[in-house]
Each structure stands twice: as structure tokens, then as C-alpha cells.
T-cell receptor
């Protein structure tokens, strides 16, 4: 079964450094997302991306964050100057359609655990 | 602020019993509703989807939706130790975002 793959599985960085989290969505999917989950907290929506542009973003997704689809397969999340509070599990997800259903569910990757020290 | 509320638990049920998990949401414009299972340190996996009032059954799982009361529930029949996980309720409005609750921790004891 096709899956969303994320690299690295764990990233440690120092406060103020830039990090890029990488994802390869399922190949025929058209919608791409980033969610994050701070330890012990709920899964939070960051951004959705369709047709090479952001379709929706949350209040969390401020100017420190950016997303890019640099080629036909990768989808990246960049955090420009990391803060301690950016420490979380970051999940990439993709879906065939924007209207989620059983036929077009959200497929999550295994996540990248980001630790900011 | 669009809220999705769940009792954090833990909810403990004996093996073979019915586990009942509840969720309320604040946005009356919500259109579709999802239950995800999340094992510790893993990503969420979809187990149920419902968008119309009433019950929807899939194997041992039944989702129930009452839009007037803004209430979604998940019943797990014949609970197994492997069902022990955190169950996340997620709600989608007209946009692209899924709004998740904090989840209910379920423990099924042998």
C-alpha cells in the first residue's frame, strides 16, 4: 500500500537555527498538509497546499514557517528560526481530494520529531 | 475558536466489553467527522468517518452523530487489548483543516 514518507524521523536543532522537514506524499495525491503535535497535546493543523500554493493556513503558521514543493515528489516544511516551543512531532499528510471521506482519507506519514534545544 | 472536546480518560474496559467514547464540537458549520486511533509515538490512523446524523457501523466500530446536539461518539464492541490506544475525534468544516480533539486514552484489560 502506498504511504507518505517523512525524513528524518528525528531532528535535533539549536534555537535560532533553520530546519527543513521533508515529506514524499503518495504519488497520485493532489492535496498536501502539515500538522504538528506537541507532546501530550492535540494534533494541530498548520497548512494545506494544492496546485503549488497554500490553500489554507492556521494562526500557528506565521512568517517563520514556509512550505514548498520543490519538485514533483517532495513537499517540505521550513522553520526559519526555531524556538523552543517549536519542539513537536510534525506530521505530513496527503489526500487525493480536498473533500475528505472514506474514498479520499487523510494519509499521515510517520512523523518527524523535532527537538529544539 | 472552534473547539473539539473529549474526555482525556483513561477509559478502562475489560476485554470483550463495549467501549464508548464521546466528543462534542462547537462549530455548527462542521460538515464531516472522523475518528482516528493513535498508538503512542505513532501517527493517527483513520478508523471511522461519518457526515450524516445517525449511526454508521464498520465491523466492531459504530460511529454516532447528532448534529443538533453537536455530539459524536464511537462505540467499540468486543474490545480487545490491541484496541488500547488514544482515540482522536476530528471535525472538518468548509475548509481544508481537520480540527482535532485532545483524544481519549482507552485501556482494554485482559
Amino acid at each position: 500500500e502506498p504511504e507518505v514518507t517523512q525524513t528524518p524521523s528525528h531532528q535535533v536543532t539549536q534555537m535560532g537555527q533553520e530546519v527543513i522537514l521533508r515529506c514524499v506524499p503518495i504519488s497520485n495525491h493532489l492535496y498536501f498538509y502539515w500538522y504538528r503535535q506537541i507532546l501530550g497535546q492535540k494534533v494541530e493543523f498548520l497548512v494545506s497546499f494544492y496546485n503549488n500554493e497554500i490553500s489554507e493556513k492556521s494562526e500557528i503558521f506565521d512568517d517563520q514557517f514556509s512550505v514548498e514543493r520543490p519538485d514533483g515528489s517532495n513537499f517540505t516544511l521550513k522553520i526559519r528560526s526555531t524556538k523552543l516551543e517549536d519542539s513537536a512531532m510534525y506530521f505530513c499528510a496527503s489526500s487525493l481530494r480536498g473533500e475528505l471521506s472514506y474514498n479520499s482519507p487523510l494519509h499521515f506519514g510517520n512523523g518527524t520529531r523535532l527537538t529544539v534545544t | 475558536q472552534k473547539e473539539v472536546e473529549q474526555n482525556s480518560g483513561p477509559l478502562s474496559v475489560p476485554e470483550g466489553a463495549i467501549a464508548s467514547l464521546n466528543c462534542t464540537y462547537s462549530d455548527r458549520g462542521s460538515q464531516s467527522f472522523f475518528w482516528y486511533r493513535q498508538y503512542s509515538g505513532k501517527s493517527p490512523e483513520l478508523i471511522m468517518f461519518i457526515y450524516s446524523n445517525g449511526d454508521k457501523e464498520d465491523g466492531r466500530f459504530t460511529a454516532q452523530l447528532n448534529k443538533a446536539s453537536q455530539y459524536v461518539s464511537l462505540l467499540i464492541r468486543d474490545s480487545q487489548p490491541s484496541d488500547s490506544a488514544t482515540y482522536l475525534c476530528a471535525v472538518k468544516g468548509s475548509g481544508y483543516a481537520l480540527n482535532f480533539g485532545k483524544g481519549t486514552s482507552l485501556l482494554v484489560t485482559p
